[in-house]
């Protein structure tokens, strides 16, 4: 099934993949799925949040629902989101050849925009679902090229009016399992092809905004600039002092905007977007502010201004001890995992019972064209899944 959409948004620029809410290549995979859950004998729809939603059986409470993502960041790697869903899709397939009929309603679902690649805020289809995120902010985001998450679904036939918290939707989840490529090393480590998950860092992302004076590289002297990237680049060394200074954080700046980014132009504004994790014994906006506190004193002694907007925050995510330990037990006693990375099932688990199954990743590479999972890899996730879903929904 990966090898089906291998082609869909191959990213020839940066390589990888660049598949993104509501774009071409985004509406292609959708499609294929729609195709290929509809011949796995499962009913299709689209809720009021632009997820998917294929059903074996008729919907309704208690159903057990597996599925991930297929959307990138910006030249990511192939098994980041679609893994989850074609290997419950292929769980749902094996279940089907066997006989397997499930007492409960399964569901394999697909969120969008997990990664927040084109409007910033991750995992922004399960925050709507569940109320993490206020529609009419989540409309009002915008891409790269100043569309807004509203207009972009408009223009795909979505109808922004319906976006937000869904209870009828969520009271039908029983149990949700989302399967994953690792974003690390840790089964490597170990030598086991599949592990559970037992809790998400604390992660938030914050918009930095900073303005000066453009003016012309060759002719303004050093000594009269106000130049914006000066206090971004000292912002980028504070986020990797800070982080470094305290075990376990992580504080990251991968996207940068220079305006109007000439290379004979001193900018006059920059954006860029932090994002910092931190395990439980730390707070995350306390690291922020201290990164914050640098950026500014760098902001004054340049005459540039700075303002700060979080984008997104989520707090640490504990994963249901019993369903863990439950997917665990039934999976011979694999170990649980903590991940810096985040996951639609990690929001969820704020309103229903949610775990998740880890695939190993030999280059324990993620967000990146280097990832990886052995083809013999993905069977055993699948069967661990389809091991799951047959004991849960059985
Ligand atoms: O971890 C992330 O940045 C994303 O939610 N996968
Ligand atoms: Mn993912
Ligand atoms: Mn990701």
Not at 48 to 72: F, M, Q, Y
Request: charged share 25%; glycine share 12%.
């Amino acid at each position: 099934m990966l090898d089906q959409i291998a082609d869909i948004g191959a990213d020839p620029v940066r390589g990888g993949y660049s598949r993104h809410v509501f774009d071409a290549a985004e509406m292609n995979l959708r499609e294929w799925f729609a195709e290929r859950a509809t011949r796995a004998g499962l009913e299709v729809e689209t809720d009021r949040n632009g997820a998917i939603w294929a059903w074996w059986g008729e919907p309704g409470p208690d159903a057990v629902v597996t599925g991930s993502h297929l959307d990138s960041v910006p030249g990511g790697g192939a098994f980041d989101g679609p893994l989850g869903v074609t290997c419950a899709l292929e769980a749902v397939e094996s279940l089907r050849g066997k006989g397997f009929t499930p007492a409960k309603p399964l569901a394999v679902t697909v969120f969008p925009e997990e990664e927040g690649g084109r409007f910033g805020v991750a995992c922004l289809g399960s925050r709507l679902l569940t109320g993490a995120v206020d529609p009419a902010t989540a409309l009002a985001l915008r891409d790269r090229d100043g569309i807004s998450f509203a207009e972009a679904a408009s223009a795909r036939g979505f109808d922004p009016d319906r976006f937000g918290r869904d209870d009828r939707l969520l009271s039908r989840i029983g149990r949700f399992v989302e399967l994953h490529v690792e974003q690390g090393r840790g089964l490597v480590d170990m030598g086991l092809p599949v592990g559970v998950a037992s809790d998400i860092l604390a992660h938030g992302r914050w918009r930095f905004s900073l303005a000066g004076q453009g003016n012309h590289a060759g002719t303004t002297a050093i000594t009269d600039r106000r130049d914006p990237m000066v206090p971004a680049a000292a912002a980028v060394l504070a986020a990797r002092e800070v982080a470094a200074k305290h075990p376990g954080a992580r504080a990251t700046v991968g996207r940068l905007n220079p305006v109007p980014g000439g290379a004979n132009v001193i900018a006059s504004s920059v954006e860029f977007w932090l994002d910092a994790r931190v395990p439980s014994t730390l707070d995350t906006r306390e690291i922020v502010a201290e990164i914050e506190a640098a950026a500014r004193l760098a902001a004054e002694r340049e005459g540039c201004t700075l303002n700060v907007r979080e984008e997104s925050y989520g707090d640490r995510v504990v994963f249901d001890p019993e369903l863990r330990d439950e997917l665990a037990g039934m999976l011979g006693g694999v170990p649980a995992l903590e991940t810096g990375a985040g996951h639609d099932a990690g929001i969820l688990g704020s309103r229903v019972p949610t775990g998740m199954l880890f695939v190993r990743n030999p280059s324990g590479v993620s967000h990146a064209p280097e990832e990886f999972a052995e083809p013999e890899d993905c069977t055993a996730g699948t069967e661990a899944l389809a091991k799951v879903l047959e004991q849960l929904a059985g």
